[in-house]
DNA sequence: CACGCGATGGAACGTATTTTCCATTTATTT
DNA sequence: AAATAAATGGAAAATACGTTCCATCGCGTG
């Protein structure tokens, strides 16, 4: 029933064959696949243009995979377009499709849905309810420390593992607290002033966590908190606090609230440290 | 927000003036309301006969309503459709530029906003692009694996090290292949039928990530590969592909809507597992 | 019925766009 | 390192397309 148009033949196609392209061809090919909702009402020149690339390389791509030119490869999406839109038939198939997938699809992508829903939710949410002086504050506190320490465990720990990673871009020392080997205090010992902990933690709050806050009090370095809410065993501890409340769908908590928020944080740093683009993020044979 | 497109106040217009029309430009009007979603990737020609009427008709149509030409007037209602389809492109333009210019004068909060819209964009993509056969492959291929191996490396290693942390609430033997020690050949050599590599990647590839995909099909394991787009090595060497496009705000690319959509992956798992809640994520003293 | 005005369609014109060709650069192989 | 093949970009050539012009036609009116 999913029948397959020729357009979808073509992507697939082009993904096959896409390696074997040279440069600037598979530039056209990623192009294609981003824009491939609108490539029918392009010219050849916008294209182009927008893969960087001259004319004529376009119509060399469209030749290649069988057509006389960019004009013939270009009339496969159009009319994937108006097979799609224009013939009234679609609304009956496309409600017999959904009626069949509710049987076996319908599940697995509704969950999907409703999870982004929520997560989205959560963007809104942080959106509005950022606390600027807060945040100043935070981007202030990490740009004056020496040594910056990263904290979270389980739930948590990928936020920390990602935060470290992006401080490496930085000309901070940066340690992620991993307790590898059940070492968190041995981690922990060297902290000291001037230097920052990063501490994320949510209900019911990691003791491993809280411990690390204590260590941190106690050697003089600053904490920025990043958590829930300003009650809690985190306020007392944190110089700083973030709040971020994550939506959550089939009782379920997500993260993305946290991992935007964290990113954010990340940029607004890189910019107050004045890093370059490049010096922030070496598009070397190492990243991923 | 709901602004009315030029093309609707021309289609207004239209049907104002109709009843003054001469006949054949009545039928051109008739023809554009009727196939108005699809005027932008016609031609003239092809306009003016669906009409059954003569390509100059379809000028002086268009001309009556002040435009110099068809072309113009053509052009439109492609803007109409540019604008409709691709909304978040204008978020990424708007952080990009921010960014861009001059982005440490600025206060943080304001980059972190913009950060944050960019984000929400790239959510909502995810929710209308999301591949539910795709999708449903995934959480099939999770569920039927014995070991279930996650591997990513650098900017993609803290979305690996989430979903092991996640999927460890499964009754599923779960293997981060962290490479600690140097030693990713060694976590990898345990795989075989019957098991699935979950693979974290995006341009450029890190080469870690693409020899565990090696490996993995060499020892007959599946492969669910997650990653920008169809084209790239990751399509050949993967059973399962799950698409992601991350805003990319200059070289800050995001990890949101990654985020969210191994999180909707784990929930969906978790479903067709038929976890319960408590089973999946027993609130006790170890959760964070 | 004749006149005139607007509507219509054919064809020519001009332009915008695609395509081909070729010189130059870049990569690959021996 | 030289030779060969492939890729690239500029520009000319070809083409397709939209537009304009004009002769013809039809319709309503005097």
Known sequence: MAKRSEADALMQRIAEEFEALPRQLQGVARYLEEHRSSIMVRRVGEIAEGCGVHASA??????????SGFTEMQSVFRDAFTAQTSPSRSYQQRIRSVIKNRASTMPAVEIAS????????????????????????????LATAENIYVMGVRRSFAIATYIAYALQHTQKRVHLVSGLGGMFREQLRSMGKGDALIAI??????????YAMRVAQQHKASVLAITESDLGPLARHSDVLLKVKEGSAFAF?????????????????????????????????YDD
């Open 201 to 210: 933690s949510f209900p019911p709050f990691g003791k491993e966590t809280l």
């Open 253 to 285: 908590r997500g993260l993305t609230s946290t991992m935007c928020l964290c990113q954010a944080l990340f940029v607004a740093l890189a910019y107050r440290l004045e890093l370059t683009v490049e010096e922030t993020l070496p598009r070397g044979e």
């Open 58 to 67: 376009v119509v060399r791509f469209a030749q290649r995979f069988g057509y």
């Open 114 to 141: 409703r999870f982004i829903d929520a997560s989205r939710a959560g963007l809104d949410e942080l959106a509005e309810e950022l606390d600027e002086t807060r945040f100043q504050k935070a981007v202030d506190l």
